[in-house]
């Protein structure tokens, strides 16, 4: 029984047979060449070939594992048509005379090398990429026929380092774990293994050569470890802990359809976060009772003009429908300096996150805050419709909310428009809204705490950077506290509090944000079933 | 000539993806266009020289635009970058 370390990507634990991928790129020669013209006209017809293979290895990924995943074959691609690289090629068989395969392998180890200098950890790991399309471009020169490794029966793949050219290959279905020498956290395979929910191992301490095909290996995504050769007491023992993590999926299914109840039978609703309305078949799959945080910014960016009231209005009205009854809280714009948005006029400012942002936008453009209304009031008489207005600090603002919703009723009333003035609610998510949350609280129909930047402006470190990680505690008293008082303050009024925060996900809170009254948690769709079950063992 | 500056807002910074983007906006215009970060310029129109200035969120970058359509070109580079990274 051996022992190996290496960093997981995805906490899992499965055991099998280890097939070894090994790299069938025979060492490249130089030649001197006669006519080097010729070399860069094969130069370029294998460029084409190599172009046409990523195309289809793109549109194969798409499908097996998803846009997101399948992008990294366009940006080979984008490589590929890179000027300085051809160049590079080019020039290196004009001065050297040398052959094009040789030319392209040295021109790949250079740009690689320049990435892997660089400081940046992602970056390093685009060393690899650029020796993957360098050595398709030599293989398409010799003539070479790219195989896929045939995997026969499920096995932990083992290897020195795999190219998403290699992965997009294997037959997904017969993967049980990647374990590379090399490769990063931000590899591919390390996005891959993320993706299809399988354990697996980077950097991890093994010499390849001494593996062989065959030999039973533990994938331990938990500990961060590969057991080669397991005895029988381990063997034991992981196939019960396999056991366990299969019922615990199927456990987590079972609990759909079923109430969020803890045992003495109280009711807490879990509802979902979302930014389109393409997420809602998320929610759905999920089983979510609802719509806890539906950003509405999506309708905002990426555009010249803001969304006409007819665009928003389907918008919502679809979201509402698409959830048949069940809660859809819609949260008005919520955007500041840090997301350019052309046609608001913002202008940069020094420090976005306590600038012109969210409702602070909204009452003083009151045309987009109006529109937005409109549509709101009018979607909300087709479904089951709440708002909730982001940043609140005052009471003066809420007042300001409401006068402007009154503003846009007497005007549909006079339009002679079907609306419905809905659940109206404020995110708590300034240390101001909470110690002031028993003023509000007659003010509004609920609190919806944003713990991300209630923290933020509560413990005043920017989570993004990551020299603050030692000074950062999520579980901070201080908010702890603050919850307590805002969910208190709510309950005396009779409204009911929520957390649509990342906090609201945290699974060694959940407990205690039920025992503090919490009613509602929102949580990433993923994350519902898993909170569903540890409130009903309560 | 025209020039602006542009903070970084991704997290990442000008990784892979939108680095081909990138170029690939670049490449529309006449113009020729160069990304300044910190000591290091090169030209927005190749994917490895624009990688290779590892640029973070968070850092500056200054866009210099040279050319018949440089007007459009800033503008059109202003709108991607805002709507990109």
Same mark, same amino acid.
């Given at each position: 029984?051996?022992?190996?370390?290496?960093?997981?990507?995805?906490?899992?634990?499965?055991?099998?047979?280890?097939?070894?991928?090994?790299?069938?790129?025979?060492?490249?020669?130089?030649?001197?060449?006669?006519?080097?013209?010729?070399?860069?006209?094969?130069?370029?017809?294998?460029?084409?070939?190599?172009?046409?293979?990523?195309?289809?290895?793109?549109?194969?990924?798409?499908?097996?594992?998803?846009?997101?995943?399948?992008?990294?074959?366009?940006?080979?691609?984008?490589?590929?048509?890179?000027?300085?690289?051809?160049?590079?090629?080019?020039?290196?068989?004009?001065?050297?005379?040398?052959?094009?395969?040789?030319?392209?392998?040295?021109?790949?180890?250079?740009?690689?090398?320049?990435?892997?200098?660089?400081?940046?950890?992602?970056?390093?790991?685009? @060393? @690899?990429?650029?020796?993957?399309?360098?050595?398709?471009?030599?293989?398409?020169?010799?003539?070479?026929?790219?195989?896929?490794?045939?995997?026969?029966?499920?096995?932990?793949?083992? @290897?020195?380092?795999?190219?998403?050219?290699?992965?997009?290959?294997?037959?997904?279905?017969?993967?049980?774990?990647?374990?590379?020498?090399?490769?990063?956290?931000?590899?591919?395979?390390?996005?891959?293994?993320?993706?299809?929910?399988?354990?697996?191992?980077?950097?991890?301490?093994?010499?390849?050569?001494?593996?062989?095909?065959?030999?039973?290996?533990?994938?331990?995504?938990?500990?961060?470890?590969?057991?080669?050769?397991?005895?029988?007491?381990?063997?034991?023992?992981?196939?019960?802990?396999?056991?366990?993590?299969?019922?615990?999926?199927?456990?987590?299914?079972?609990?759909?359809?079923?109430?969020?109840?803890?045992?003495?039978?109280?009711?807490?609703?879990?509802?979902?976060?979302?930014?389109?309305?393409?997420?809602?078949?998320?929610?759905?799959?999920?089983?979510?009772?609802?719509?806890?945080?539906?950003?509405?910014?999506?309708?905002?960016?990426?555009?010249?003009? @803001?969304?006409?009231?007819?665009?928003?209005?389907?918008?919502?009205?679809?979201?509402?429908?698409?959830?048949?009854?069940?809660?859809?809280?819609?949260?008005?714009?919520?955007?500041?300096?840090?997301?350019?948005?052309?046609?608001?006029?913002?202008?940069?400012?020094?420090?976005?996150?306590?600038?012109?942002?969210?409702?602070?936008?909204?009452?003083?453009?009151?045309?987009?805050?109006?529109?937005?209304?409109?549509?709101?009031?009018?979607?909300?008489?087709?479904?089951?419709?709440?708002?909730?207005?982001?940043?609140?600090?005052?009471?003066?603002?809420?007042?300001?909310?409401?006068?402007?919703?009154?503003?846009?009723?007497?005007?549909?009333?006079?339009?002679?428009?079907?609306?419905?003035?809905?659940?109206?609610?404020?995110?708590?998510?300034?240390?101001?809204?909470?110690?002031?949350?028993?003023?509000?609280?007659?003010?509004?129909?609920?609190?919806?705490?944003?713990?991300?930047?209630?923290?933020?402006?509560?413990?005043?470190?920017?989570?993004?950077?990551?020299?603050?990680?030692?000074?950062?505690?999520?579980?901070?008293?201080?908010?702890?506290?603050?919850?307590?008082?805002?969910?208190?303050?709510?309950?005396?009024?009779?409204?009911?509090?929520?957390?649509?925060?990342?906090?609201?996900?945290?699974?060694?809170?959940?407990?205690?944000?039920?025992?503090?009254?919490?009613?509602?948690?929102?949580?990433?769709?993923?994350?519902?079933?898993?909170?569903?079950?540890?409130?009903?063992?309560? | 000539?025209?020039?602006?500056?542009?903070?970084?807002?991704?997290?990442?910074?000008?990784?892979?993806?939108?680095?081909?983007?990138?170029?690939?906006?670049?490449?529309?215009?006449?113009?020729?266009?160069?990304?300044?970060?910190?000591?290091?310029?090169?030209?927005?129109?190749?994917?490895?020289?624009?990688?290779?200035?590892?640029?973070?969120?968070?850092?500056?970058?200054?866009?210099?635009?040279?050319?018949?359509?440089?007007?459009?070109?800033?503008?059109?580079?202003?709108?991607?970058?805002?709507?990109?990274?």
């Amino acid at each position: 029984m051996q022992y190996f370390k290496g960093k997981s990507v995805y906490k899992g634990v499965t055991m099998g047979p280890v097939l070894v991928y090994k790299k069938h790129g025979e060492q490249v020669k130089r030649k001197s060449v006669e006519d080097p013209e010729a070399e860069i006209v094969r130069l370029r017809k294998a460029l084409d070939t190599s172009k046409l293979q990523l195309q289809a290895l793109y549109e194969k990924a798409v499908t097996e594992v998803g846009e997101a995943s399948a992008a990294i074959f366009d940006v080979h691609k984008m490589m590929l048509e890179d000027e300085d690289y051809l160049e590079a090629a080019i020039n290196m068989i004009r001065t050297e005379s040398v052959n094009a395969e040789y030319a392209v392998t040295m021109t790949g180890n250079n740009f690689s090398q320049m990435f892997s200098a660089m400081a940046d950890d992602y970056m390093k790991a685009r @060393a @690899a990429d650029v020796l993957d399309v360098s050595l398709r471009l030599a293989r398409n020169l010799c003539g070479d026929k790219e195989q896929g490794m045939q995997i026969q029966q499920p096995s932990v793949i083992v @290897a020195d380092d795999l190219s998403p050219s290699e992965t997009v290959q294997m037959d997904k279905e017969k993967i049980l774990a990647f374990v590379t020498v090399h490769g990063s956290t931000n590899s591919h395979t390390a996005i891959l293994a993320r993706m299809m929910n399988i354990p697996a191992l980077v950097g991890t301490d093994l010499d390849i050569s001494a593996l062989s095909d065959g030999m039973i290996a533990v994938v331990d995504g938990f500990e961060g470890a590969m057991i080669l050769e397991p005895d029988d007491a381990t063997c034991e023992n992981v196939r019960r802990r396999i056991r366990e993590e299969e019922e615990k999926v199927a456990l987590l299914q079972e609990l759909k359809g079923k109430d969020t109840v803890t045992a003495d039978g109280r009711k807490i609703n879990v509802y979902a976060n979302i930014g389109n309305v393409g997420d809602i078949g998320y929610v759905l799959e999920n089983d979510a009772e609802g719509i806890g945080l539906f950003r509405s910014e999506f309708l905002y960016l990426g555009r010249e003009d @803001a969304p006409s009231e007819e665009e928003q209005f389907e918008a919502y009205k679809q979201a509402a429908r698409m959830m048949a009854g069940k809660k859809v809280i819609i949260r008005t714009l919520d955007i500041g300096a840090d997301k350019q948005v052309d046609y608001l006029g913002l202008s940069q400012e020094e420090n976005p996150a306590l600038g012109f942002r969210a409702i602070r936008i909204c009452l003083k453009q009151p045309d987009i805050f109006k529109t937005q209304l409109r549509a709101l009031l009018r979607a909300a008489f087709y479904g089951n419709i709440s708002i909730m207005y982001p940043m609140v600090i005052s009471t003066g603002e809420v007042q300001r909310i409401r006068a402007v919703v009154e503003d846009v009723v007497q005007e549909l009333e006079e339009q002679g428009i079907q609306y419905r003035v809905p659940e109206q609610g404020i995110m708590i998510e300034t240390p101001a809204a909470a110690l002031i949350s028993d003023r509000l609280a007659p003010m509004v129909d609920f609190f919806s705490i944003g713990t991300n930047d209630l923290t933020q402006y509560t413990l005043a470190i920017d989570r993004q950077n990551a020299k603050l990680d030692d000074f950062y505690n999520p579980h901070h008293e201080a908010i702890m506290r603050m919850i307590q008082m805002v969910v208190e303050n709510g309950h005396k009024h009779g409204k009911w509090v929520g957390i649509c925060g990342e906090l609201g996900a945290d699974t060694e809170l959940t407990q205690q944000f039920v025992r503090m009254g919490v009613d509602e948690l929102s949580v990433a769709p993923s994350m519902v079933l898993k909170i569903r079950k540890i409130i009903r063992e309560m | 000539m025209k020039s602006f500056r542009y903070t970084i807002t991704d997290e990442i910074g000008i990784h892979a993806r939108p680095a081909g983007l990138l170029v690939k906006e670049a490449g529309k215009y006449e113009s020729s266009i160069r990304i300044k970060s910190g000591e290091k310029s090169v030209e927005a129109t190749g994917l490895m020289a624009v990688m290779s200035l590892g640029v973070r969120g968070g850092q500056t970058i200054e866009i210099v635009v040279e050319g018949s359509d440089e007007e459009k070109a800033a503008a059109g580079m202003k709108q991607f970058l805002e709507q990109n990274l």
